[in-house]
């Protein structure tokens, strides 16, 4: 097994060089096909090595073929910021569809059955570390150090990235913390973060006003969680190593995922460019 050629459809949107590994799993993951992107200059510039930015929901995050809610356009605003000197491979992990609380959460949810109600958010990020970055780095020329080693997501995949960079701040060195669901894992990151360290890295917050517009007193909470977790941050000393964005616009979609990564990675990136 090796990385092989995106399988493209004829409606795929991806832009630039994609790959992917057909079947990366471990004892606790069922296998699921990993995709790689590499930036513009990596073929024509051997000598380098590159940041990495780890992306959940990975069905959702290069092609609108293969998507199920929208993409991120992730292929085409790191094309962009490669024209700002800001290049990075980004790999995408797809979900595991009904067990994706399970694998995002760190804690169990009572209302869930066992079977996926949540509590294997450390199984996953040691999947994603020991199987998943351990096969990118052995075949791509990363910067392996926490410092150019960067995790995102939205919704559950917003908490399992602050999770990641909370408990691994050896492996991870910045967070996307993309609309995140803190309402469903009964303020578990809340006390995390008060017990613990400061953070170390970089974590980029973002929330929008209109998410959760189904449930009103979820969508209070989303709004809520994520400025208590912003001021939170700051209380612990985070300083300019967090950035904070909310839009009163935003919903809870790929399409204002989207719209807010470049920044996102703008700021997660910045003095974290390729080594020659």
């Not at 790999?91 to 694998?103: G, L, Q, T």
């Not at 959460?105 to 066992?114: G, K, L, M, N, Q």
């Not at 803190?182 to 017990?195: K, M």
Request: with cysteine; charged share 20%; glycine share 10%.
């Amino acid at each position: 097994m090796s990385w092989a050629p995106y399988a493209a459809r004829p409606d795929s949107t991806v832009t630039g060089t994609l790959l992917q590994w057909e079947a990366i799993g471990d004892e606790h993951h069922a296998p699921r096909t990993v995709l790689a992107w590499l930036p513009p200059s990596y073929s024509t510039d051997t000598g380098r090595a590159y940041p990495v930015v780890y992306f959940h929901d990975g069905q959702n995050v290069f092609d609108e073929a293969t998507s199920y809610n929208g993409e991120w356009r992730a292929d085409e605003t790191l094309t962009e910021l490669a024209a700002e000197d800001l290049e990075a491979i980004a790999i995408a992990i797809p979900n595991a569809n009904e067990r994706r609380y399970h694998e995002y959460s760190p804690v169990r949810h009572p209302d869930f059955p066992s079977e996926r109600g949540g509590g294997g958010g450390d199984d996953y990020v040691a999947f994603l570390i020991n199987s998943v970055k351990a096969q990118v780095d052995s075949s791509f020329r990363t910067l392996p150090d926490p410092a150019h080693t960067l995790v995102v997501g939205s919704s559950m995949g917003g908490l399992i990235s602050l999770h990641a960079v909370l408990t691994r701040p050896d492996v991870f060195g910045g967070a996307g913390v993309m609309s995140p669901a803190f309402w469903a894992c009964a303020g578990e990151a809340f006390g995390r973060v008060r017990s613990g360290p400061v953070p170390t890295g970089k974590i980029w917050l973002d929330i929008g006003g209109q998410e959760g517009t189904d449930h009103p007193e979820r969508q209070q909470a989303y709004w809520d969680d994520a400025h208590a977790m912003r001021d939170l941050l700051l209380q612990k000393g985070m300083g300019d190593r967090l950035r904070f964005q909310a839009d009163p616009q935003g919903i809870h979609r790929e399409s204002a995922w989207a719209a807010r990564l470049p920044e996102a990675l703008r700021f997660l990136l910045k003095d974290q460019t390729p080594s020659a």
